[in-house]
């Protein structure tokens, strides 16, 4: 699903990574812990191509990403990649349907199917009664489970988190966790997510601990 070979990235004198190297199965959930400054977001975004390294391969899904051209690549992004960040990122203007189907209609999927995928996603995360709310009438709890939702639209290879829970408080946590196994249950889903959070880290199939720009304590 995911292999890394000898992934290196500096960002001037600093080298962030130092040749890491990494393979993630299918439906599997893997965390990535260790101290800020480490690398974990850094690895975290070019797995995501939303950033290249200087040296290594990195294929997803099969794919060679950095052969890509900028276009094919904002395109494998879109198809094959899903996003939770910390804070939801949701759109203030739109409502919680909406937002959940942006990435559907990026990716040239008509209205009508757009919006049964999204009515699905939400009757998941038990939001459906929320559909035409926008960001500032949901609670912190449910605006991160419609991002997750989001994430979810295309039916991404993979799902990305970078410090998913960080701003829940600990019922929000708990749920969101146990949402990210149901997704695997459900769909098969295979999620890498960054994380200081020693509970959600505890629960993944696989914890990999970061640091310096390399793995420590144990192989990847």
Not at 103 to 113: E, L, M, R, S, V
Not at 188 to 193: H, L, S
Request: no cysteine.
């Amino acid at each position: 699903m995911i292999d890394l070979q000898g992934i290196t990235k500096s960002f001037g004198s600093l080298q962030v990574l130092k040749g890491i190297d990494l393979h993630i199965d299918r439906s599997e959930v893997v965390s990535i812990v260790g101290p800020s400054g480490a690398g974990k977001t850094t690895l975290l975004q070019i797995i995501g191509t939303l950033d290249r390294p200087d040296s290594g391969s990195v294929h997803v899904d099969s794919v060679d990403v950095t052969s890509l051209s900028q276009k094919a690549l904002a395109d494998f992004r879109n198809r094959h990649l899903g996003f939770v960040f910390q804070f939801h990122q949701l759109l203030p203007e739109f409502t919680a349907l909406e937002n959940i189907m942006i990435p559907a209609y990026i990716g040239g999927t008509g209205n009508k199917q757009a919006k049964e995928r999204a009515r699905e996603l939400l009757q998941f995360m038990g939001l459906s009664d929320r559909a035409s709310h926008k960001p500032a009438q949901l609670s912190g709890g449910e605006k991160q489970r419609v991002a997750v939702a989001r994430a979810l639209i295309n039916s991404p290879a993979v799902i990305l988190a970078d410090e998913p829970s960080g701003s829940l408080d600990t019922r929000n946590k708990q749920e969101l966790h146990q949402l990210f196994f149901d997704l695997r249950d459900r769909y098969g889903q295979t999620f890498v997510i960054v994380t200081h959070d020693e509970e959600l880290a505890g629960l993944t199939d696989r914890t990999l601990h970061m640091r310096d720009g390399q793995w420590w304590g144990q192989p990847a």
